[in-house]
């Protein structure tokens, strides 16, 4: 490495820098500081402290909303974090194994819908979920299920689930190949030291390769995390910025959008929006703090 | 502990063979090592016994039990890695209690086993720590601890000095022919420095291209190699070899003659050889000697006239490079104070007890008195 | 070196089975639109997992969305934007991992953290504030603001990543490029970029997906009729045709080709990129 800063230097971190502080980081502290000001019925705009979280949190209407949009994005966290990545992780144990034939190929079409647009996704799952097509009830036929099928997406008491599942099965690729570039990481004399010691293969897994990937594991975790309190896509794809039915699949994302747009009855706030944006960078930052203070650091002990 | 019987093994990759027809047998708490460059399959054979491949025909038996189709744990082995292989995520003293978890053992009896071998291998002191916090020579005693504590019938070693710096493979070697001792333990052991081998091993086994060329101790793999591949791979530095042909047949012994026409006698058993036929003469580098001043050779020695190309100083002795005036070159050990310098031309001598004569096939002729070749410069 | 499954694994069956079932879940909804876009209206209903015949093979819905100029204004949209975000993200991230990586300078270390911030950190979050700027700088409704912004968004991770591989560059290169006089621009475009160009190739790929497939700021910044992307104009479309099976499966067909063909090509370096990034 050379000493000292010159002007090359400047010139080579600026256009990065510029770009980035002016359309990222500066961005979300100036929404900090919008979620300081409320905007009154002529649009102006003046600092009110703390108002808006007042008001987001005591306000019976804005509460509700608020506390509805969290408890969805927490339900949406949970189902990806038993779905997802358990799935990524069979997937990824199943392919890192030796002599698989077409490991390769397993791989590469696994992570086929990760590419897709969430907009071709909400639409696929969609259409093929609709009560009006049949596929999803004929498909059900098949195993006798038939009975079982509802048009899950349209329920208030399923709607949600349905979302993150689909959601999930977008998504799965990532673990799966993170988990797996760990796997194929643990050296093959470790794992033939246990089968010589007269370890099962349960026992392999659960006690010599589980370990060594649970920093992975922890990774996936905040990333599916910060992913899933981020997500907006997928819900406004299939149900609007409306979230219905009956605000049932509202996460904070879509109640940013709306708050910040506005929409039908609500009126378009800025200021407000900005306040849920802070709120939800607040949650974001909460997880990946204790990720790093928590989780990480206890996890050193785990890598190779 | 138990003796092992391997016969008419082979084993294939995919086309390609990597053991072909071996036999072996090796006594109850005998140290073999089994030798050979790159490819030879000696580490197939290593693995094959420990059951992580296995073999495409023949027996394997340890002590009384065929064990070919048998996984690993139920052959009562152990085995060392190259690399240690220890788990990372386990301090050293689940390292060594893993094996014994598996197979049941109580608490105690696995803290009395894990103490026990951690003191004799002077690691009881680090038996909280995790293996990247150790240094290669500790990280390989707990390898060996790790198989001492399964009180195997059978120790397995894969290079386990070859990851160690020369000072400490040095000291790593004693310390294992002292294991070896004090458990009076049935041991495999996997090496390509033939050192190691001629210095640990009971019994040496040579591999090359998937047959064994020859089985025995080290002397005898030193003094009566059965072809030219054992005889050039034993002995540092390598066995000169020059070209010769057979002028007379002259019991005891045979009469040849190299291409510059300097002819000599080599006291080997001649059966089977035919006048005229082309053999290689060896010649080991400390057998030989540079004749100073006024010696004269002896009537059936060997006496080439040879110039110094390169002298290498090793102290005590030295190792001097040379080109006979045919063009054939040889190494010669010789007395370190000796006053010699490149470009001398000299008169090397050899004695006829000192010749090992290889037939076109490679095979060698017996030789007759193989004895303890005083090194030439001694007398 | 082969070895029998059985002595660290599950039975071959097990493995095969899992793999081959969750085949189907995975590729079988894609088959399907697939399947039914080239059929007509009536066969897609009464026999929605049937191959189209020769009966019922139909481009109707084809034409419709084909007939539409705008799919092609999208596609083009879609493609100048990533396109143009990629190639700054690129050229600014690696000059900036670049003195990042190799000059001690003051305030690196605190430089590395700011950068590091945006990986984890969403940029959507400080939409109302980007939204206000690209207006006073009259940039909504245009292409450009798109780029800004996903540069933006791509910089931090681009930068770590590339910073990693420029690292490992080995250092007697480097000094012997200077030794020899070459100034340090030099340095950065004829010897060290090209020595990274894996690297390089890894983080295009997956750094293209995202922005292709975003919905959110083409919604929010650039929404109108000239300057949406593909996934933008896809969600319209088929939230304006819901009723048009031929139509909805045949433009969801026409999406997730571009993303198929572009997979087939570029799957090795994805995968190990992704495999080789993950170490971190």
Sequence with gaps: MKQGFSWRVLVFITPALLIYAMFSALPLLDTLRLGLYSTDDTGVRSFSGLANYATILNDPQWSASFWNAMLNNLKFFGIHMLAQNPMGLLLAALLSLRNVRFAAFYRTAFFLPTLLSVVIVGFVWQLILSPLWGVSERLLGWIGLADWFAPWLGLESSALITLSLMSVWQYVGIPMMLIYAAMIAIPEDVIEAAVVEGASPWRIFWQIRLPLILPTLGLVTILTFVANFNAFDLIYTVKGGLAGPNYSTDILGTLFYRTFFGYQSQVASATMGAAVATLMFLVILLGVAAYFLLVQRRLQRFAL | ?379 | MAKPMHKAAPGRLFVHLSLLGYLVLALAPILLVFMNSFKERSAIFDNPLAWPTPESFSLVGYRKVLARSDVWLYFGNSFVVTVASLFFILLFGAMAAWALAEYRFKGNRWLKLFFAFGIMVPIRLGTVSILQTMVSLGLVNTLTALVLVYVAQGLPLAIMILSEFMGQVPGELKDAARCDGIDEFRIFFQVVVPLIRPAIATVAVFTMVPIWNDLWFPLILAPSEKTQTITLGIQQFVGQYATDWNAVLAALALAIVPVVVLYALFSRQLIRGITAGAVK
């Design chain 2, 1 to 379: 502990m138990a003796k092992v019987s391997i016969q008419n093994v082979s084993k294939s990759f995919g086309s390609t063979p990597v053991l072909q027809d071996v036999s072996l047998e090796i006594e109850h708490g005998e140290l073999v090592v089994l030798v050979g460059p790159s490819g030879c399959g000696k580490s197939t054979l290593l693995r094959v016994l420990c059951g992580l491949e296995e073999i495409d025909s023949g027996t394997l038996r340890i002590g009384d039990d065929i064990v070919n189709g048998k996984p690993p744990a139920e052959r009562g082995i152990a085995m060392v890695f190259q690399s240690y292989a220890l788990y990372p995520h386990m301090t050293v003293y689940r390292n060594m209690a893993f094996g014994l978890k598996i197979h049941g053992a109580d608490k105690a009896e696995i803290e009395r086993r894990v103490m026990d071998a951690a003191k004799v291998l002077h690691i009881d002191h680090l038996l909280q720590r995790l293996p990247r916090e150790l240094s290669g020579g500790q990280r390989q005693r707990v390898a060996i601890g790790r198989a001492i504590v399964r009180e195997p019938r059978l120790f397995l070693f894969d290079e386990p000095l070859s990851n160690l710096d020369a000072a400490l493979r040095a000291k790593t070697r004693i310390e294992l022919a002292r294991l070896h001792r004090d458990l009076a333990a049935t041991m495999v052991y996997v090496t390509h420095d033939q050192i190691e081998a001629m210095t640990l091993g009971d019994k040496i086994v040579v591999l090359h291209e998937g047959r064994v060329q020859q089985a025995g101790t080290p002397l005898t793999l030193y003094q009566q190699p059965a072809n030219r591949f054992v005889a050039t791979f034993i002995g540092s530095p390598t066995i000169n070899l020059l070209l010769a042909r057979v002028i007379e047949l002259a019991e005891p012994g045979v009469r040849v003659q190299l291409g510059n026409g300097c002819k000599f006698l080599a006291t080997v058993d001649s059966t089977g050889l035919q006048v005229g036929e082309s053999i290689e003469i060896g010649l080991r580098p400390e057998h030989c000697e540079v004749l100073t001043g006024d010696r004269a050779p002896g009537v059936d020695d060997a006496a080439l006239d040879a110039e110094i190309t390169l002298v290498e100083h090793l102290g005590e002795s030295n190792l001097l490079y040379l080109k006979t005036d045919d063009g054939q070159e040889l190494v010669v050990r010789g007395d370190g104070n000796a006053a010699v310098r490149l470009g001398d031309s000299v008169i090397v001598r050899a004695a006829p007890e000192a010749m090992y004569l290889f037939r076109a096939d490679g095979s060698a002729c017996p030789r007759l008195r193989p004895g303890n070749m005083r090194s030439a410069h001694a007398s």
